[in-house]
Nanobody
């Protein structure tokens, strides 16, 4: 199994910044994608950003130019630098990973999710 642990959420004023961190652990052979989704009250979970192996990145239109995703060289830690935060960015942010994992005698591809970290943007 894969465990994702997030940190870095909190309360910030509009225009402020936060940096989220996520580390994946477990029987991971490789992780080809890590990213962040968010879920605001009464809304569906939506993609914020992801980064694939090789450095290909994708962002939601609503965060382009303000948020930056990055991964460390080993590939199992991801960060989300969030600048110029707006009240509409308030949500629970979930880390996501798509990994090749060892399960007993076999290997399989698996989607994994963290438990979420709250981000609140308010004055």
């Amino acid at each position: 199994q894969v465990r994702l642990v997030e940190s870095g959420g909190g309360l910030v004023q509009p225009g402020g910044s936060l940096k989220l961190s996520c580390t994946a652990s477990g029987n991971i052979l490789s992780t080809i994608r890590m990213g962040w989704y968010r879920e605001a009250a009464e809304n569906e979970r939506e993609l914020v950003a992801y980064e694939d192996n090789g450095g290909v990145k994708n962002y939601a239109d609503s965060v382009k130019g303000r948020f930056t995703i990055s991964r460390v060289h080993s590939g199992n830690t991801a960060y989300l630098q969030m600048n110029s935060l707006k009240p509409e960015d308030s949500a629970i942010y979930y880390c996501y990973a798509y990994s090749h994992i060892q399960t007993g005698m076999k290997a399989e591809w698996k989607d994994s999710w963290g438990q979420g970290t709250q981000v609140t943007v308010s004055s």
